[in-house]
């Protein structure tokens, strides 16, 4: 279990980060600008956040029977996910020199 959860946690850091270290649009096509915008990262980054709750529900299958949630509990998981793509965020937008 414990595995697992760090397994989790080490994914949704990597996932949450993604969008702001990769120029491609899901990582497949180059923007016709060169550049992507925010709200294609942003995009990307409420893609990742179900891609990474799906994992999550599968691992939790894995180790007995699957809890449901209320609402709360998917606030946080989002509010945790938008802190976890913070270094990404400063990375893009605040730490690197503009035209770089």
Same mark, same amino acid.
């Given at each position: ?36 915008? $925010? ?5 990307? @980054?409420? %893609?990742? &956040?179900?891609?990474? +709750?799906?994992?999550?529900?599968? =691992? ?12 709360? $509990? ?5 509010? @945790?996910? %938008?802190? &976890?793509?913070?270094? +990404?965020?400063?990375?893009?937008? =605040? ?6």
């Amino acid at each position: 279990m414990n595995f697992s959860t760090s397994l989790l946690l080490i994914l949704a850091f990597l996932a949450a980060n993604l969008p702001f270290l990769v120029e491609r649009i899901f990582f497949v096509k180059r923007p016709a600008s060169g550049c992507k915008n $925010f709200a294609w990262r942003l995009l990307e @980054l409420v %893609v990742l &956040f179900f891609v990474i +709750g799906g994992i999550a529900l599968l =691992l939790e299958g894995k180790l007995g029977d699957i809890h449901k949630q209320n609402w709360e $509990f998917y606030a946080v998981n989002a509010a @945790l996910f %938008v802190v &976890f793509a913070y270094p +990404g965020f400063v990375y893009r937008y =605040l730490w690197r020199r503009r035209g770089a």
